[in-house]
């Protein structure tokens, strides 16, 4: 691509040539939206914005630039996931941090949140009572009582327990992790939006329920466990199975493991009117209805599939 000179030296290669080389490169290693993350990596590169790199594709790359870039490619190249090398993840309105320590939040979880607002929403029109208007960040109900309490068992980075309490969903987040690095990275956002006051990061030692007081009544329970089968792990993706953390993947033989717990406890730490919000995989639509007959005190359960047409969302009621 780059033309030699009479004397010797030759020009450097433009940012659209770079451009096209590195797409390249992306697509013969199997990475989809080869186009687009090569622009992402050049961008974060050479620290400029997408509209940025458009503008000035005819520029040519300086010494420096290339050997930043060639860094980052390499190691987008060992599979590293686009948003570890970013170290951010956009979340709903949210930008997290992303780095090995926990799941990097998926769009499905994203539908997940959304799912539970229009729940949301449809519960405060009906005029229900636990879950009424919907009151901003930290704002209490006039008897002085946190409006809507809500659970996010294996928060991770704490993408939903955060959304809940920036969209408005809950007033109060309870969020537990097993995973301290996990926990650290949660730490972290919660600090970036200043969210100390109403999202309680907790520990889990040994069970979810021994986390929780057992007095504690949630409005919602939410949860995007670990769900794959352990022997299915081998055969994701090298971004997940290599970069992500285990523990929030594997779900044990079945993948059923976290699943069957939250069920399990979830229901006597639910309000009457309360609704208990899973993300499950695929094929586990029959298992989760199973778990949640009315005979263990579910009397609604509703599955809903993602933009995929998957069956991956669990909606249930007491
Ligand atoms: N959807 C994730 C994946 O397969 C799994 C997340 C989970 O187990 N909660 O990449």
Redesign the pocket.
């Known amino acids: 691509m780059s033309r030699t000179t009479g004397m010797g030296t030759s020009h450097p290669p433009t940012r659209r040539a770079v451009l096209e080389g590195i797409a390249a490169e992306l697509e013969a290693a199997g990475i989809e939206s080869s186009r687009l993350e090569a622009e992402r990596l050049i961008c974060h590169a050479l620290r400029i914005r997408r509209h940025e790199l458009s503008l000035s594709l005819a520029e040519r790359i300086r010494a420096t630039e290339a050997l930043a870039l060639a860094r980052t490619v390499v190691r987008r190249l060992a599979r590293e996931p686009l948003q570890h090398i970013e170290g951010t993840v956009e979340f709903r309105d949210l930008v997290l941090r992303a780095d090995r320590r926990a799941?990097i939040p998926?769009p499905?979880t994203e539908q997940l949140v959304e799912i539970i607002s229009a729940w949301t929403r449809a519960k405060a029109a009906a005029g229900t009572t636990e879950v009424r208007r919907v009151p901003r960040p930290g704002q209490r109900s006039v008897t002085g009582r946190p409006v809507s309490l809500a659970l996010d068992v294996g928060t991770g980075g704490g993408a939903i327990a955060l959304s809940l309490v920036q969209e408005g969903i809950a007033t109060r987040v309870v969020a537990l992790d097993s995973s301290l690095a996990a926990l650290e990275q949660a730490r972290e956002n919660r600090e970036a939006l200043g969210f100390e006051d109403t999202v309680d990061l907790r520990r889990v030692e040994r069970s979810i329920w021994e986390t929780t007081r057992p007095h504690e009544q949630f409005d919602l329970i939410v949860s995007?466990?670990?769900?794959?089968r352990s022997g299915a792990i081998p055969e994701?993706a090298p971004e997940?199975r290599d970069h992500e953390p285990r523990e929030?993947?594997d779900?044990g033989r079945e993948g059923l493991d976290a699943i069957r717990e939250i069920v399990r406890g979830g229901r006597e730490r639910l309000r009457e009117e309360g609704a208990l919000f899973l993300?499950i995989g695929a094929d586990q639509g029959p298992a989760a209805r199973d778990l949640l007959k009315p005979e263990r005190g579910w009397r609604g359960v509703e599955i809903r599939r993602d933009l995929a047409g998957k069956e991956r969302f669990v909606i249930a009621t007491p």
């Open positions: 799941l998926r499905e995007n466990p670990p769900y794959v994701l997940v929030a993947l779900g993300e």
